[in-house]
């Protein structure tokens, strides 16, 4: 049986910084690509940063180039999110999905990702 498990997620101000962590099981390891999603209140999900399977391609959305960093720890199978000078519109609840993949690289289409978790949640306070 497949998992997938978000944590890390919290209560942040502006420009603090956030480590979000996704660890699987079930899962062949070196044999998926995984990707990061978010979804703000009212609106769609978007996807945020992708990892290939050796880490040799990583992608980011625009809206967070140069504020997070994806990592990946294969031999504990995790896969990591650091979010640095975090704003209000990076709320959302943030999800892990992961994709089985030949390739090198990595993509975040959606319909291409075979597990997904359940989220973990960043908020602003006021």
């Known amino acids: 049986q497949v998992e997938v498990v978000e944590s890390g997620g919290g209560l942040v101000q502006t420009g603090e910084s956030l480590r979000l962590s996704c660890t699987t099981s079930?899962?062949?390891?070196?044999?998926?690509?995984m990707g990061w999603y978010r979804q703000a209140p009212g609106k769609e999900r978007e996807g945020v940063s992708c990892?290939?399977?050796?880490?040799?391609?990583?992608y980011y959305a625009d809206s967070v180039k140069g504020r997070f960093t994806i990592s990946r720890d294969n031999a504990n199978d995790t896969v990591f999110l650091q979010m640095n000078s975090l704003k209000p519109q990076d709320t959302a609840m943030y999800y892990c999905?992961?994709?089985?993949?030949?390739?090198?690289?990595?993509?975040?289409?959606?319909?291409?990702?075979?597990?997904w978790g359940k989220g973990t949640l960043v908020t602003f306070s006021s």
């Open positions: 999905a992961a994709a089985a993949s030949n390739g090198l690289e990595c993509d975040l289409t959606e319909s291409n990702m075979d597990y």
């Open positions: 990892i290939s399977r050796q880490s040799g391609h990583i």
């Open positions: 079930g899962l062949t390891r070196d044999r998926y690509s």
